[in-house]
């Protein structure tokens, strides 16, 4: 059953549900998809910040993988936080005899600034998820460490083309949220082309979990046999809208509003 909307999401929780493996289920749901999990740590976590987070085994994340993939089965597998080494050996490992295309969001460091993965862990993520990755969707800080660039401009944004690239992905989503200015522009970089998306930047202090929900709204679009380029262009919309309909919750960097319609 290919082009099912079955998503299987390798990620970490947040308890409070913004961003994460609940941002994502809340998202594939809403895109009429199917969402199961392979819950790679428990995070201690509201819209001020993480204040701890607690590995699930390696062993652990495995068998949530393949159990989901040998009975369920995925149209697409969607990354987010992948802890440490050894996780994302274990997760590439049970990935590996199934297949499936995955979308790679190389969950680094939260909005609060509390780091999601290991030092020593950026090199075995480029070596096992990023370079098979249908889709890697890398925020600027994260492209800098993928590429060792610094990427502070949307000049230096297109610069670091070629190393992106060199990654090995089939399409990089450079987001650029981070940047300043009365425009976020989001590079979508295929082996022929790179695309420029720009929108008005919205001002609010709902940002949490935008990077989550964007790689998950692509990852419902692919697994529903979109392209890359239709997968972004819809995840992005839907981001918006869930930006722009937020409701006011937590006193630091609150959610989305995933269920706006
Ligand atoms: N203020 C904003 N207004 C409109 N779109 C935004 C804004 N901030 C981010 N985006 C968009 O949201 C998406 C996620 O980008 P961002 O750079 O915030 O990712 P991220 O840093 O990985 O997020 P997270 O911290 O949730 O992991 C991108 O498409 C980006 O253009
Ligand atoms: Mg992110």
Known sequence: MAGGGRVLIVAGSDSGGGAGIQADIKTVTMLGGYAMTAITAVTVQNTLGVSAVHPVPPKIVAGQISVCLSDIGADIVKTGMLVDKDTIEAAAEALESFDVPEVVDPVMVAKGGHALLADDAAAALIEHFAAGAAILTPNLPEAEVLTGRKIRTESD???????????????????????????VVDLLITKGEVMRFADPRIETTATHGTGCTLASAIAAGMAFGLGPEQAVRRARLFVRRAMENAIPLGQGHGPLNHGAR
């Not at 690239?165 to 399409?171: D, E, N, P, V």
């Open 157 to 183: 944004m297109n610069a670091a083309v070629p190393a992106l690239r060199a990654l090995g992905a089939k399409a990089v989503l450079l987001k650029g949220g981070h940047l300043e200015g009365p425009q």
